[in-house]
Every structure is written in C-alpha cells, then in structure tokens.
C-alpha cells in the first residue's frame, strides 16, 4: 500500500551536514505518521523523529534534539531528515517508516510502524 524509498546518506565528516530524503508512494494520503529510525553498526535500531502530519507534530529522540530536523513537502510526497553537526555516533543505516493509523504515543518502538524503506547508509568520520 506504501512504498518507502531513503536516499541522500554518504560518507560525511564529524560537523558536516546531511539531508535525508523519503520518497513515498502508494497510498500517501493514508499515512499518518512519518518516522526515522537508525540502527548503528552493532546496535538495535533506535528512533530518531517523527513527524504526524495531521497537526505537524514534531518529535525526536534524545540523542538527535537540537541537531536533527524533520520536514515534509506534501507536493512531492517527500519527508526529510535535515541532520547538523554530525557526530561519529551518528554512523548507522537510517530508515524511514510511516504509520497509517493514528493514536501513536510509544513513538519508539519498531514494529508500530507499517512500512519501513530500504534504508540508506550514513557514515560519519573524524
């Protein structure tokens, strides 16, 4: 019903920039929810951001606040991932997910989520 496409990572360096994009197809207009994940070399997968397109509303994880932005453009059915003063920690494929279903509080948690990207890999050096 949704098809999810990530692209823009690549090998950056630590205080670089990186936007993400999430291109979405299918059933866009049943989406309710748009959502970031990341999962680190070694590592469970870990939310970074939502964002619920109903109000706009806006969330992030801990270790992303104050440095990562979510937006949208509803005209290309796009979601981004505008991501500042990258750090080495922030290595890791990056997913994007969305949710059709409202009602979302445990913004977390994986399997919440309905469809899921391909990932894109984003590589932060020293």
């Known amino acids: 019903q949704v098809q999810l496409v990530e692209s823009g990572g690549g090998l950056v360096q630590a205080g670089d920039s990186l936007r993400l994009s999430c291109a979405a197809s299918g059933r866009t207009d049943n989406i309710y929810y748009m959502g970031w994940f990341r999962q680190p070399p070694g590592k469970v997968r870990e939310f970074v951001g939502l964002i619920r397109l109903s109000d706009t509303f806006l969330y992030y994880g801990d270790s992303v606040k104050g440095r990562f932005t979510i937006s949208r453009d509803n005209a290309k059915n796009m979601v981004y991932l505008q991501m500042n003063s990258l750090k080495p920690e922030d290595t890791a494929v990056y997913y994007c997910?969305?949710?059709?279903?409202?009602?979302?509080?445990?913004?977390?948690?994986?399997?919440?989520?309905?469809?899921w990207g391909q990932g894109t890999q984003v590589t932060v050096s020293s």
């Open positions: 997910a969305s949710r059709v279903r409202p009602g979302l509080t445990a913004w977390h948690i994986p399997r919440l989520y309905d469809y």
